[in-house]
């Protein structure tokens, strides 16, 4: 049962979602089912329409500075529309404000803030286990003399494509995640065009995925797809 103040933050990905409310009233939703019940206020709401992968957050340090003037907990919906990264949750719990998420109820209190950052590392030390066991399986197969880069000379199972498949995709998540900021200075409301973007990536020398050759418009498609994640959800 919640008692206390509050100061509400919502975060979306894209103005669409913005101005659309898709995502906005699931969180909302979810902090009103938080807060009923108990002797509670609810300070002032935030919406912040920012990817999750991007550390500048005006609405949430006007969040933020309100909860210390009120000296109010922030109230979020969900672990990841505050943070995706165990070192930026570090950073926010260290500033002494009471943070709650409606998914976790239970996190609260130091000893809350001290399982939400184990539990953050553990699934970074998961990712990072999983890449380190790759290469060395990849290395280690290449020395022996097998080809890499496909099927070859067996069909492989349902299992082993989705493994791939697995390993592709985060590999692009982190490739996607080191240059969400560069394409936020280079496109920083959105409207740059393939073409140019795609010149502005090769003149800066920035690595291609494949890692060879220069920047192509569909090549910054794709990574603006990865960036604005599932359903346009970051």
């Not at 894209?14 to 938080?34: H, I, K, N, P």
């Not at 001290?114 to 197969?141: D, N, P």
């Not at 995640?177 to 800066?204: K, V």
Request: hydrophobic fraction near 45%.
């Amino acid at each position: 049962m919640a008692n206390g103040r509050f100061v509400s933050y919502l975060r979306v990905s894209t103005d669409r979602q913005g101005r659309s409310g898709l995502g906005l009233e699931a969180q909302r939703a979810a902090v009103a089912s938080y807060l009923n019940g108990g002797s509670w206020s609810l300070v002032a709401e935030f919406v912040e329409v920012e990817s999750g992968r991007n550390a500048d957050r005006p609405e949430l340090a006007r969040a933020l500075a309100l909860c210390r003037a009120h000296r109010a907990a922030l109230v979020v919906a969900k672990v990841d529309r505050l943070a995706r990264s165990q070192a930026f949750l570090s950073n926010l719990l260290a500033a002494g404000i009471e943070i709650r998420f409606c998914d976790l109820p239970q996190i609260e209190g130091p000893t809350g803030r001290f399982l939400l950052q184990q539990m953050m590392s553990v699934a970074e030390l998961e990712a990072g286990l999983i890449s380190a066991r790759t290469k060395a399986a990849l290395a280690a197969a290449k020395e022996r003399g097998q080809k890499l880069g496909g099927a070859r000379g067996r069909v492989g199972t349902a299992v082993d494509t989705a493994k791939a498949r697995a390993v592709r995709a985060a590999k692009a998540d982190v490739r996607a995640d080191d240059l969400a900021p560069i394409m936020s200075r280079l496109d920083p409301d959105g409207t740059a065009s393939l073409r140019g973007l795609a010149a502005a990536l090769t003149a800066e020398g920035i690595e291609t995925p494949s890692g060879r050759g220069a920047w192509t418009p569909t090549a910054v498609l794709r990574l603006k797809q990865r960036l604005s994640g599932p359903n346009g959800e970051v």
